[in-house]
């Protein structure tokens, strides 16, 4: 028995909702790194830890000055916290947001996409897109055929809009024991994975795994 049986073992019961959230936003956290591609927005989970921060905010500024030594103590462990829980918040926001800068158009170009965002990340992107237009345009695409202005062009069968690489390697570990073989789609390889097992396999292969919870990257 490894540390991870043991830790599967503990009664979620046991664990605090502050905790778990923790977890689940440090794991969002990596994964969202390590993707290729940009994942769906964890509403729930998001909501959830934006709603904590604005109450710890509002305890911090109520009992600030305090000269209890016990309150202070207290403040102290909560600002602690709250530090870290905006630390794992901006760092999942910046790479899901640096991943809307690099492939703007592709996630703006239909609904299935634009649902893995949320509102304020939506509005980001087309307020991107639009200046990032305006300014091609300003600068040289005005100069071209009103045929050859448009970034979306997918004229001759090449598209122009850039799209993540979903055949990048990645590292994976399984949660559970996966029922069916993994398949390399373009490849005769298969195999199955089991939980606690860590492969290096392309993200196509193994995304749905992923965004269903039944394995995670590392």
Not at 85 to 106: E, G, P
Not at 187 to 192: L, N, R, S, W, Y
Not at 199 to 211: E, F, G, N
């Amino acid at each position: 028995m490894d540390i991870d049986d043991i830790l599967a073992e503990v009664d979620s019961h046991g664990v605090s909702q502050e905790t778990r959230d923790l977890q689940q936003l440090t794991r969002a956290w990596v994964t969202e790194r390590s993707a290729p591609e940009l994942l769906p927005w964890p509403k729930a989970l998001m909501k959830r830890i934006m709603d904590r921060i604005r109450q710890q905010i509002d305890l911090l500024e109520v009992q600030t000055g305090d000269m209890d030594p016990t309150t202070n103590f207290r403040l102290i462990i909560i600002q602690t916290e709250l530090e870290r829980f905006k630390f794992l918040v901006r760092s999942f926001l910046r790479a899901r947001l640096a991943k809307v800068d690099r492939h703007t158009l592709h996630y703006l170009s239909n609904a299935s996409y634009q649902a893995r965002l949320s509102a304020s990340e939506l509005q980001y992107a087309a307020s991107h897109q639009s200046l990032l237009h305006a300014h091609y345009h300003s600068s040289f695409l005005s100069q071209f055929p009103t045929s050859l202005q448009r970034l979306d062009d997918t004229a001759g069968g090449i598209s122009m809009v850039e799209q993540p690489d979903l055949d990048k390697a990645v590292f994976v570990r399984a949660l559970k024991d996966i029922a069916q073989p993994i398949v390399v789609e373009g490849t005769d390889m298969a195999f199955e994975m089991k939980r606690g097992d860590i492969y290096v396999v392309r993200w196509s292969s193994i995304k749905d795994l992923v965004i269903g919870g039944e394995a995670e990257l590392i």
